[in-house]
């Protein structure tokens, strides 16, 4: 039965309807009915109608019985009295039902009890009747109309207007409306007519207003004399009957439109049948559907096939209603993938005899579907394995993913990074500029942006990076997240560093080579002069004791003459090899672990001592080197402290351009710089009557600096204290 696959928009109407077939046993209705027609609130499928309606008029009975063999009847309100003395109104449409109109022989009811609507207008008809209130009259003999007082208020006139009767019909508005009731003024004119119309006017002040216009004749000797009605304000009622017709319109264009195929399947006569959406969607010619279940299931995808059959058992059973999605093969070898509904009907004894259902085309839902998933795949295979960098960063540039080789060049885990945000491991130098770049990519929406920064390795390491972005936006057009590129370019950074760094080494060396020929030739030649004057003496003299006295003395020159080659071999070695050891290292990691070597000293002497180094300072330097030099100056502010105080020592560093200024400042001996100023990193250059003190630390700790391409320089008083100043290259 055609008419029961709309069974589902059936039962929720907010309309009393009933089917009944020619017994008159229901085959459906909505909810409407059973709440207010019907005695029996259980199911009343297939129970006759006059068995569970309540009481009804006899004109109703006499319409339903005449509906089912074919009239159609209606009845605009039924006035009858109850058993206990009530009076009731019932309005009803029957519409008579054919196999070939609707699938079905029977009648289709709409019925409404309007006893409350009813009762109001008999009262408002009797306030007029009384009242005059809503009343017009045309008085054919003398040709003059008369209009009450809410007659004139619904033409929103003055209570002195007084209207002729073209100027009464000019209120409707034109057209239709007033074509209509030119043409029942006319006929009550002419034949006598009574006419009860509803209509639009426009009033005095152009609002258009629904009315109904009622009128009667007067005839005197044959000839109409008189009109008189009643005018009626249903602007508002009107305009609910017409929201409601609308609605229901688009309730059915809806069903028509989506391209919803409905269905029947009598389980008892075991026939199925289904609408021209239906043929559609399973591509089954309708001449060629003789076995309906059959043409159906064949349809299925053998791969869903048993499923579908399985969950179609169960809903015929009436186990469990049908809610499959499947897909099924055209005779063009496409493929379509199919949504279906379906409600189990039951009879009386709770047998399911009936099944109504729905399905529709998902094909491109589910294509789109599949389409996003292989996307995404391949989006997850790519973001994981990329041998770049990649993560997903919120529009607060949080971490929300990061794939491996991020986390690699990083330091980090995953897991570390997603409970920081990417400004957290950011240079300080970069961050206004990430701000900057952050604005462009979620505010401007900028895509493909690309720029240089530095992060913070998790073990305090500089990690250069090229960072690409690519922001993804949602329904709303609005920045949900960011696709970023990471590439590590720290590795081609630091060899960049490294190339400048021996450019100015190899002609730092070249002029340190010079000096160093100078130093060596003159050291070399004070000891060898020493010795070719001992030699002599030992040739010349005779005497003994005197010989051995001087056999000592060549012996100690030997010696310092030793000492010196090996002074001169550790500045050969700072010299050589330091162009290929340079790296980026942190200073306060180098301070930190010098501090540490030497804690005891410091705290024998209880030193007090001050670092203030910024984490981000790297320098460009030898680890060794770094740490000599550290060790070095912190020993000689120990070496030759005041003894009238207690060591304070204070460890600074700061940025100048492309370099990083590192000072070293006690409260120790000092030096007289007058007098020593320009020996003071000379080589075996004292300027205390220290026992330990040789001369060659600060040498070396020159050298090393300088190998370095960094500068090294001094400030002293006596008796108040040294800074020494290391400026290095800028990691």
């Known amino acids: ?108 009811i709409f019925l409404d009890d309007i006893t409350a609507v009813q009762k109001e207008l008999e009262l408002l008809h009797k306030a007029e009747e009384v009242a005059r209130i809503g009343c017009w009259e045309l008085d054919l003999i003398s040709n003059t109309v008369n209009w009450t007082k809410t007659t004139k208020d619904i033409h929103e006139v003055e209570p002195d207007f007084i209207p002729s009767l073209e100027e009464g019909i000019n209120f409707y508005k034109e057209g239709v409306y007033r074509d209509k009731i030119s043409y029942l003024v006319s006929n009550a004119i002419a034949e006598g007519k009574p006419f009860d119309t509803e209509l639009i006017i426009v009033t005095a002040k152009k609002n258009e207003v629904w009315v109904r216009a009622k009128g009667e004749v007067e005839i005197l000797n044959g000839k109409a004399v008189r009109l008189i009605g009643t005018f009626q304000d249903i602007d508002e009622k009107k305009k609910i009957e017409l929201a409601h017709e609308e609605i229901s319109e688009r309730l059915k264009i809806t069903t028509q439109t989506a391209q919803i195929g409905t269905w029947h399947y009598d389980l008892v006569e075991n026939e199925l049948e289904w609408d021209n959406e239906m043929y559609r969607i399973f591509d089954i010619d309708k001449n060629q559907f003789s076995k309906a279940l059959e043409a159906w299931s064949s349809t299925i995808d053998p791969n869903d096939k048993e499923r579908i059959l399985a969950a179609t058992n169960d809903a015929i059973k009436g186990l469990k209603d049908f809610d499959e999605e499947y897909s099924i093969n055209l005779k063009n070898g496409s493929t379509r993938f199919i949504k279906g509904i379906s409600k189990t009907i039951r009879d009386i004894n709770g047998q399911p005899i009936k099944m109504t259902g729905a399905n529709w085309d998902i094909t491109e839902l589910r294509s789109t579907e599949f389409e996003l998933d292989r996307s995404t795949k391949l989006f997850t295979e790519t973001f994981e394995h990329s041998a770049v960098g ?15 080789s991020l986390t690699h060049s990083l330091g980090y885990s995953e897991e570390e990074l997603l409970k920081m945000s990417s400004m957290d491991i950011t240079h300080p130098d970069d961050l206004p500029r990430s701000n900057s770049y952050k604005k462009k990519v979620v505010n401007d929406g900028n895509e493909n942006l690309q720029f240089q920064k530095r992060y913070f390795h998790k073990n305090g390491n500089i990690v250069h990076a090229i960072i690409g972005s690519t922001p993804v936006k949602d329904l709303n057009g609005k920045v949900s ?53 001992l030699t002599k003496f030992l040739n010349k003299e005779e005497d003994e004791d005197e010989r051995k006295n001087i056999n000592r003395m060549i012996t100690s020159a030997t010696e310092s003459l030793s000492e010196t080659i090996a002074h001169l071999n550790d500045v050969v070695q700072v010299k050589t090899g330091a162009l290929e050891k340079l790296q980026s290292i942190s200073i306060l990691n180098t301070v930190n672990q010098i501090t540490r070597s030497i804690n005891g000293l410091l705290e024998e002497q209880n030193t007090k001592l001050k670092i203030d180094v910024p984490k981000s300072h790297f320098v460009h330097a030898v680890p060794a080197y770094l740490e000599s030099i550290f060790l070095n100056v912190l020993t000689n502010a120990l070496k030759y402290r005041s003894t009238q105080r ?63 391409s960094g500068t090294i320089s001094i400030e002293s008083k006596v008796d108040e204290g040294t800074t020494i100043f290391i400026k290095l290259k800028r990691s």
């Open 1 to 108: 039965m055609k008419t029961l696959a709309v069974d589902f928009l059936l039962k929720e109407s907010p309309n009393a309807i009933a089917i009944v077939d020619t017994k008159l046993n229901f085959i459906s209705h909505s909810n409407q009915w059973q709440e207010k027609f019907s005695l029996d609130k259980t199911d009343i499928i297939n129970k006759n109608l006059f068995d569970s309606i309540i009481e009804t008029p006899s004109l109703f009975k006499i319409a339903v019985n005449e509906g089912v063999k074919g009239k159609e009847h209606i009845n605009l309100g039924q006035k009858f009295t109850l058993p206990d003395g009530k009076l009731q109104w019932l309005k009803w449409k029957i519409i008579p039902s054919t196999i070939q109109d609707h699938g079905f022989d029977g009648a289709i």
């Open 390 to 404: 990649m993560a997903l960063v919120s529009p607060e540039l949080q971490w929300l993913k990061a794939n491996k």
């Open 481 to 533: 997240h960011i696709i970023t590129q990471f590439l590590d370019i720290t590795d081609r950074i630091e060899a960049q560093k490294k190339l400048e760094a021996l450019v100015d080494v190899t002609k730092s060396q070249n002029e340190s080579l010079t000096n160093f020929a100078h130093i060596v030739s003159h050291n070399l030649r004070s000891h060898s002069s020493n010795m070719t004057m």
């Open 646 to 708: 207690t060591p304070d020592i204070e460890i600074k560093s700061k940025i100048i351009g492309e370099d990083i200024l590192i000072s070293f400042a006690d409260n120790g001996q000092g030096i007289d710089l007058n007098r020593h100023g320009n020996t003071i990193f000379g080589m075996y250059k004292t300027f205390h009557k220290h026992k330990d003190a040789k001369g060659i630390g600060l040498f070396i700790t020159k050298n090393q600096v300088e190998s370095m």
